[in-house]
């Protein structure tokens, strides 16, 4: 799978919250983040069906 960097912009509150997700899901940011999108994309699919 080819990677890209996106850039997305938050309110600090959001980004504080998220840290302390990922802090408790023993994860990175990042992978917090790109988890949340897949799933968000795995229901629309399953919605779409």
Do not use: C, G, P, W
Not at 3 to 10: F, G, K, L, V, Y
Not at 12 to 35: C, M, Q
């Amino acid at each position: 799978m080819n990677s890209i960097t996106a850039t997305i912009r938050m309110s600090e509150d959001i980004k504080k919250e998220l840290d302390e997700i990922a802090r408790e899901e023993n994860r990175s940011f990042n992978n917090l983040i790109v988890t949340i999108l897949i799933r968000y994309l795995e229901n629309k699919h399953k919605d779409q069906k």
